[in-house]
């Protein structure tokens, strides 16, 4: 049974933080490298971080570089994005995806595994 169930959006104020988690079931979570995209209103889906599957290497759209930070806990098949000094910009919907390919690709086409998303609103 798969399950890659994103949590954690909500309405903030620009300047402020939120922690996004996804959990996951049967998709060998620990095997794979994970990444979050989100789809900004009127816009396509965009990397934003990938993370390796022994965490030993992480990757940043330019965007949120310094601000975001991509974490995973194997042991519970979670994978995390802390979210500080938000912007009005970082609004839209937040998906956690897995690929099996090598590396951190950016192309939304090499990830398999898809959650439903969660809403970020950045507005004051």
């Known amino acids: 049974q798969v399950q890659m169930d994103e949590s954690g959006g909500g309405v903030v104020q620009p300047g402020g933080s939120l922690q996004l988690s996804c959990a996951t079931s049967?998709?060998?979570?620990?095997?794979?490298?994970m990444a979050w995209f989100r789809r900004a209103p009127g816009k396509d889906r965009e990397f934003v971080a990938g993370i390796t599957r022994d965490s030993l290497t992480t990757s940043y759209a330019d965007s949120v570089k310094g601000r975001f930070t991509i974490s995973r806990d194997n042991l519970q098949s979670t994978l995390y994005l802390r979210m500080n000094s938000l912007k009005a910009e970082d609004t839209g919907v937040y998906y956690c995806?897995?690929?099996?390919?090598?590396?951190?690709?950016?192309?939304?086409?090499?990830?398999?595994?898809w959650g439903q998303g969660t809403q970020v609103t950045v507005s004051s």
């Open positions: 049967g998709i060998n979570f620990s095997r794979y490298n």
């Open positions: 995806a897995r690929t099996v390919g090598v590396g951190l690709p950016s192309n939304p086409y090499e990830y398999d595994r």
